[in-house]
């Protein structure tokens, strides 16, 4: 894949400005500033080599942020492909009270695939979560996910309470399904973008029964979290609690 119309489209993408401010805590000036900021250094530097695009999309150079580090590593497994998350983080309270806690009820999120734009650019792809939560998905399912105007890859449910599913299949790819358990956390740095009660973990899961397609053992990282935590007590709140969030899904495998 040719880099330098990649970047073009983010640049046009950016004229559409995001339609839905989902709370305060979001600086538009400051952070979507900073993204396009990154990505017009990067043209210029594309338009100065006499080769544009020369790039390509390597995979193999795809490594995960160094914060991590802190999370179990995935020894012998190969970067397959990276996806920006963008979706909420639901849960529930058993009552409006300061004494009870929300509890998790599973996410909900559009995958979209940034891999090309991992393996070339992973400054740019650390900031994406942190501008992606702030905007509202596409009304139509299959459409491109402004502001980086990356093609939809899957989505990403719970298939039961303890078991993420990254559902890889749409209409015209057929990318399987993985299936996967929980079997790390790090909470998220001080530098994520917390949204209003904070940015969710950061998580290492693995492959488990269910998982369909040629993937064998995977493991895949929820990194760059932006937003996405509840509030601390359930006071005030509904039944069921929505919170936009965003992150980057790295998938490893064989
Ligand atoms: C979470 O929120 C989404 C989006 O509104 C909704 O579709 C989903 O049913 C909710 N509940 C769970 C457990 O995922
Ligand atoms: C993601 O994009 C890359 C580069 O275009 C492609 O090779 C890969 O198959 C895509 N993955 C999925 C799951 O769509
Ligand atoms: C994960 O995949 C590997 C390779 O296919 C398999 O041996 C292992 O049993 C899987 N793990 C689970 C929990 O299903």
Redesign the pocket.
Known sequence: MRLLPILLSLVAASTAAPSNFLDDAYDFSEDLAGFYGKVSKYINQLKQNSTPGALGCDVSKIALPSYASGLPSSDGLSPLYVALGRGTQNYTCADSSANSVPEAAGAVANLYNATCIAANHPDLLEMLPGVAYTISLPSKDLARFPPANILLMGHHFFYDSTTPEFNLDLPNKNFGIVMT?KKGSIDAPSTAKKGKYGAVSWLYL????G?VGN????AVYRVDTASGSPPATCEGQPKNIEIAYSANYYFFGK
């Open positions: 358990k693995t492959n488990t029964t998982t993937y064998g053992e995977v």
